[in-house]
């Protein structure tokens, strides 16, 4: 059998990394093409039916549309799609619309996601095309100005979103939290921002987004119009439990209209504040005693360590037992909810988890120009955080919680 030479490939001049670009890039195009192809002759085969008084087919193919360009995550491609003749009389005639390419789509979901993205993570309006075309190869029409354009564009996204309705909504659980930014532009009294977030659980475990919103610091006023503009819009049932840091705004807030729901203080915030009242030296021993209390298997054991760091501290760091002791029932209120929910609840980390990489932002930008910007690029980063959270382990036991099953240490209590 004859050996195959080089001359038989025709391989182009690139790297072998853009030979397989290509490479896929076509097999790509070819795929896509098939497929809307397939949208089409199947739509059209549905209305086979519809003949004239001669028996000639009303709906029928009529050769390819323009060609398209769309800007995907391996690089351009350029589409041909069908057209589709409808010879029906106007009030009859139907319009063919591809599902996998809708009409004017001029950038995949992925290169959506891609732009913000990489302004959140800090690269410059300057720097945008070289980054793009690193990334994507050729990028017509992701300039500098449409970055730009996008970003504008979101302030209409966050408005329309924070006016949605909430009527239906029910959470069992929510995280509450005050996120500070630095705002170059403003006034030097108010060159710091707080954002207010909340979040909550759904009945199938599902975490989401609920409000984002600018307050006045974590004020309870700032607190009380938040939880109200949700409650006007349709949030009626109160939760069975949030959780937060010491913020004595949302505390006091949510007091006043979620009366019955329990209080959880998040342990991460707590553990930091005691160390914070004690020498460098006692600090790793400390936190390991604190972790003994709210990793212990039951409120008995978590009660016996929780006494005893008391004992061993009070006399000569007395303020660091009282901040730990202050709160003691809404620090193990977790044992009244299911074991499997204890990882999500002890703490408020879902969202300081979430804005980890916002603070990146402002590190390599100095911080927003302005609190509007601010506003909008949390809203960005926490909306594309959203489509990555997973259910809560064990979401199958929330309607049991919702119908006041009771909790013991974890455990369902026995009949």
Not at 212 to 226: C, F, P
Not at 341 to 366: A, D, M, Q
Request: proline content about 5%.
């Amino acid at each position: 059998m004859s050996q195959p030479t080089p001359e038989a490939f025709a391989f182009p001049s690139e790297s072998p990394r853009d030979v397989l670009t290509e490479i896929l890039r076509a097999s790509a195009q070819r795929a896509l093409a098939a497929a809307v192809k397939a949208e089409a002759d199947e739509w059209i085969e549905q209305r086979a039916h519809v003949i004239d008084e001669n028996g000639h087919r009303q709906v029928v193919r009529n050769g390819h549309q323009p060609p398209r360009t769309i800007q995907t995550g391996i690089g351009p491609m350029e589409l041909k799609r069908p057209r589709v003749h409808d010879r029906r009389p106007d009030g009859e005639r139907e319009c063919f619309q591809s599902v996998v390419v809708p009409p004017y789509l001029r950038r995949s979901r992925s290169v959506e996601e891609l732009i913000p993205c990489l302004y959140l993570h800090g690269i410059s309006m300057g720097d945008f095309n070289r980054a793009l075309e690193a990334l994507l190869g050729e990028a017509p029409g992701l300039s500098a100005n449409t970055v730009n354009r996008m970003v504008l564009g979101w302030q209409d996204e966050y408005d329309d979103w924070s006016k949605r309705s909430l009527s239906g909504k029910e959470y069992v659980y929510v995280w509450a939290d005050g996120v500070y930014f630095n705002v170059r532009l403003e006034e030097a009294d108010n060159a710091r921002q707080c954002i207010l977030v909340l979040m909550g659980a759904t009945a199938d475990g599902k975490k989401e987004l609920i409000a984002i919103t600018d307050g006045y610091r974590e004020s309870e006023q700032s607190w009380l119009d938040l939880l109200r503009d949700v409650q006007r819009r349709g949030l009626t049932v109160a939760p069975k439990l949030a959780i937060a840091d010491g913020a004595l705004g949302f505390w006091a807030a949510m007091r006043k209209l979620w009366p019955t729901t329990r209080e959880q203080r998040c342990w991460v915030h707590k553990t930091a504040n005691v160390l914070n009242k004690l020498p460098k030296s006692m600090q790793a021993k400390a936190k390991s005693r604190l972790h003994d209390i709210w990793q212990a298997e039951t409120r008995e054991t978590a009660n016996e360590a929780f006494d005893a760091f008391v004992e061993d501290y009070e006399a000569k760091y007395p303020k660091a037992v009282e901040c730990l002791v202050k709160d003691r029932d809404a620090l193990l209120a977790f044992y009244d909810f299911p074991a499997e929910h204890w990882k999500h609840i002890r703490t408020s980390n879902p969202i300081e988890s979430t804005f980890s990489t916002v603070r990146l932002r402002h590190r390599r930008t100095k911080g927003n120009g302005n609190r509007a910007a601010c506003l909008t690029m949390v809203f960005k980063l926490a909306q594309s955080a959203e489509r990555r959270w997973r259910k809560l382990n064990g979401h199958e036991l929330i309607p049991e919680i919702i119908r006041g099953v009771r909790f013991v240490n974890g455990a369902k209590e026995a009949a």
